[in-house]
């Protein structure tokens, strides 16, 4: 049988290790462990080297003392899964296996890799004997079962549960076990502690596992390494000297100086600050979908609205929520409580109402913007049934290449569903994982859909005027820099003629609005209920 192998995003595959070559990969490692401790270094294993754990490697590996040396030695430990196994290969040669549009992200791994060489990544979970620290950076996923309804899935806990017992098997028993991954609240006392603490007995090991809570805040974006480094960090541990090693950790690796940490009193109050915080997040996003609606069928363009209220101080953080609210965190963070009062803190009665209804209304609120690519379309004639659509934008928020759980997923699902074709083009992703791999891996958002077969297929456009060229549909699905810049007289050139235009993000301003109407294009927008009146503008004249 072929060996498997894992594809990189650049195509290359790596076939997976095999069992023989565990060994001399340890050996390899233990010397480098050796060197790091003669040099006085500290061996910090991070397990999960994606978005969160290999820019927290790469920061923890760059940190010094105060005359400037470094004192940490990090092994970015992932599993070799088809999925994930090419990350180890792209940071041992100095290679960030997250694209990022931060500047420091790419130089940072590099100088750690190869000049400081305090970083290295592996695959084997005995690394973990050798660990002083180790910092947990694994997904933690919640299924959902249907579309628009979070209350009806659950937590994925098997593969972090069994994350708690190899490191508990395997740690030096002074070892700091930090917990980073966000986590349904009452993990680290409930489940995790027990469960390491059965494994310490068993191994002849009388006290208890220091393990500590602290959760990330990283923005994958222009400023990925200082969301993470130059940032307020909250943090608890199990216990006093679990509460005193992870503040002594955090505060050798980050910025606590100008950002100072909060310390709570126990991990589960860690853990809730990080739920309720995105919560908090998720509901302010979709408060506006209503109001969204609202602004679109009464001649209001919300947009205006929003930069009107927002002069106020107290209401600087509205944001408009574009097609949908994506990203690993939001749509999930929420689920996660819910889940955890009935499943880990064993409660019966429902006191959820908001959270849950905030991350329905997100989940489905693209559904309504492929509503309005149907509407713009029926004005100029067009079925949607066949017609060629183009949409701008495939990740989850501008100007990243980051595509989980994005709106335009589900917008493209909705699209195909009616029996549209479809483009889609990114400048910042180069493959679209979720449609690759959507027969593979379950749960899928697919599955909430009709004719989505061919989507398997669906490759990301690069080249801008190929990609619009003989649409009839052009959909602004997220706010990349390049959209922003789009000229309507040069679009329409490439496109051949007028064209129905959607603009889901208030990417266009009031003039690029009429260009495109002078144009002959249909025009419309989510909120932008002040088009119309800018069409009979127009018509007057
Ligand atoms: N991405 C973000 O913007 C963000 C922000 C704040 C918090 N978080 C939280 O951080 C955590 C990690 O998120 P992420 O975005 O880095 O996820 P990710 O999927 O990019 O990375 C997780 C990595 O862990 C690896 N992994 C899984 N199980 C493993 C195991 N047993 N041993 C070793 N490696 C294993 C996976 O292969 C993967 O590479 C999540 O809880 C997430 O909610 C993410």
Partial sequence: MAQPVSIAPDGTAYPLPRPEEYAGEYQRLEKRVEEARRNGQEIVVVMGVGFVGAVMAAIVADSTDASGRPRKFVIGMQRPSERSFWKIHLINRGQSPVKAEDPEVDPMIHRCVLEKKTLVATYIYEILKLADVVIVDVQLDYEKVELGNVRSGHVEMAALEESFEIIAQHIPPQALVLIETTVAPGTTEQVALPAMRKIFRRRGIPGDPLLAHSYERVMPGRDYVASIRDFWRVCAGVNEEARKRVVQFLGEV?????????????????????????????????????????????????????????????????????????????????????????????????????????????????????????????????????????????????????????????L??????????????????????????????????????????????????????????????????????????????????????PVAVIDCFCVLDDDKIRRYLDLGCEVTGMGRGHIRRLKEELKKR
């Fill in 254 to 410: 980050l910025n606590v100086k100008k950002y100072p940490l909060t310390v709570l009193d126990r991990p589960i109050e860690s853990e809730t600050a990080k739920i309720v915080e995105n919560s908090y997040r998720a509901t302010i996003l979709a408060f506006l979908d209503e109001w969204s609606l609202f602004a679109e069928r009464n001649g209001v363009d919300i947009q205006k609205v929003i930069q009107a209220i927002k002069v106020r101080p107290t209401h600087s953080n509205m944001i408009f929520p574009g097609p949908g609210i994506g990203g690993y965190c939001l749509p999930k963070d929420g689920g996660l409580g819910v889940w955890s009062y009935k499943n880990i803190l064993g409660f019966e009665d429902e006191i959820f109402k908001m959270t849950p209804l905030a991350i329905d209304i997100n989940d489905t609120r693209s559904l309504h913007a492929a509503q309005l690519v149907r509407d713009a379309l029926r004005e100029m004639g067009t079925p949607i049934a066949n017609a060629e659509v183009l949409v701008l934008g495939a990740s989850y928020r501008e100007d990243v290449g980051d595509t989980r759980y994005s709106g335009s997923e589900i």
């Fill in 412 to 497: 493209v699902r909705r699209l195909a569903d009616m029996g549209a074709e479809i483009r889609v083009h990114d400048p910042y992703v180069e493959r679209w994982w979720e449609f690759e791999v959507q027969d593979h891996y379950k749960p899928s958002r697919a599955d909430f859909f009709r004719n989505q077969k061919r989507l398997r297929d669906l490759a990301v456009l690069k080249d801008l005027p190929g990609a619009l060229q003989g649409i009839e549909a052009l959909v602004f699905a997220v706010r990349h820099q390049e959209y922003l810049r789009l000229d309507p007289g040069w679009v329409i050139e490439q496109t051949g003629g």
